[in-house]
């Protein structure tokens, strides 16, 4: 039977899996320590309001992308502790995603500052 649904339960499972990834995975911990400061450093640019937006929204996308690498590689790990051909191409396809949406947010960002350059 599937459980009733709760939404403060649900958010609270999904806050609990965000610190979890904080602190066991470096690499989320550095690319939240990037966001954070370049969250700040976009609120002080002298850009128009959805210049903003678009520059601090990009940031999000690592660190989506980054959680459900996260995910992935728990569930190959829980599967197979062992060397397998196919659990490596899953961790090494999810990993592919976290470069391209860094490469993406980057991309993003130096076009737009370079539109706005004066």
Known sequence: ???KYHFFKN???AREGFLEVLKKETSFK???IL???LTFVAIFLPYPLYAKLIL???LLIPLMV????SAIE???DMVTQEYHELAKYAKDAAAAAVMLSLTFCAVVWVAVIIYFWQ
């Open 66 to 69: 980054e959680l459900l690498n």
């Open 30 to 32: 550095i690319e939240v």
């Open 35 to 37: 966001a954070v400061f």
């Open 11 to 13: 958010f609270k499972y």
């Open 74 to 76: 728990r569930v190959v």
């Open 56 to 58: 601090i929204g990009v």
């Open 1 to 3: 039977m599937k459980p």
